[in-house]
Structures are given as C-alpha cells and as structure tokens.
C-alpha cells in the first residue's frame, strides 16, 4: 500500500513561515496545514499546486508516494 | 467569512436547537397546559433567531472540512434511515403499535432520534479531524 508523503514541514521552516501564515495564503483553516503536514490527508491537486506556488517550488518536489513495507 | 466560528460551531448549535425543539415537543404531549400556543409561539421565534445564527457561525470551509463533513453526513444518513424504518415499523405494526399511545409520542421518538444523531454526527465529525481521512 502506498501513503503520501510531504515535505511541506521542511519548505515551511527553511522560508520561517508559520503554519497559521500557510494556511491564510492558500486559503484553507490551519488545522488542514497539520493534517497534511502529518500525513493524515491527501490534499486536492490545486491546494497541492497553491502550496508549491507558495514555495516556489514543483508539485512532484512537495509531495511522494511512498510503498508501505507491510512486514 | 468569519473563521472564528467552525463547522464544530455550526453543528453544536443544531443538537441546541434539535434539543430545545425536543423540549417543547415533550411539553406539548406530556404537559397540557392553556398555554399551549403561547409555547408554541415562542419556540417558533426562537427557532428563527437560532436559524439566523446558522449563517453566522458558518465559519471557514475549506476542503478538508467539507471532505470530513461529507464523510460525517454519509454515516449519519445511514443511521437515519435506520431510526425512521424501525420507527415507522413499531408503530405500524399490529403488535407494537399499543406502546405508541399517541401521534405526539411518535413524534417526540423521532425528534429523540434525530438529537441522537446530530450528536453523533459532531462526535463523528470531531473524530475524523483528529484522525484524518485519508492514509
């Protein structure tokens, strides 16, 4: 199985943007920024777009697919 | 749009007034009184007050909250047309029907129900922004 991973944690605290910041650039709550921060949502593609516009940065550089070692 | 106020809000102050309708429709059956229509009149303007509020405690949706929401309204649809089927089938049923003595005690089962699953669905709600829904 696989699960998605971000990097957005790291883009965040290289540029010193908190995640209240984020969220208000993008539009969406700050309680979305942590879940994806922690994995636990898959974002829309425009929200992921928004979030690497913001980096300056591409989709695919935010965001991998990771395989689930299940043993 | 206010992001003070959230969808937690929003549904907290529809058990209230899921709640608050319960109450009087408990009074209405089980309390007869001569000032019947003046407790119906005064539900019925707080009704509209509450309802105002809806829109005021809207707050911030964003996709996460809508996903949650849509998955939250999905199960609680479900328990919904459970509760309305057995309760339908009790008091249509020639051998329950006798423990429904009156069309106002069905109706304050189905009011029970429904404030039943509008809890459900703020716990349920509450539940997946902890958990998350996806991986």
Known sequence: MTILKTKIKE???????????????VGVRRET??????GKYNPS???????????DTKVENLFEFIEEDNN | MSDKYTI????????FTI???LLVAVCEVYFKSEYSDLVVSFWFI???ILLMFQSKFKGLNDELSENILAKTNKKCMGY????ITFIGMASAGRKTSHLFNSPGSV???ILSSILLIAILRLYLFIYYEKEGIYN
Not at chain 1, 11 to 25: G, I, N, S, V
């Open chain 1, 11 to 25: 883009y965040r605290e290289k540029t010193l943007m908190k995640q209240t910041e984020l969220a208000k650039l």
């Open chain 1, 33 to 38: 920024i942590v879940h994806l921060e922690n």
């Open chain 1, 45 to 55: 593609l425009k929200l992921a777009m928004d979030i690497a516009n913001i980096f």
């Open chain 2, 8 to 15: 937690k809000s929003q549904l907290a102050l529809d058990i």
């Open chain 2, 19 to 21: 709640l608050f309708t």
């Open chain 2, 46 to 48: 707080i009704i509209v």
């Open chain 2, 80 to 83: 919904t047309l459970i509760c």
């Open chain 2, 107 to 109: 109706g304050v089962l």
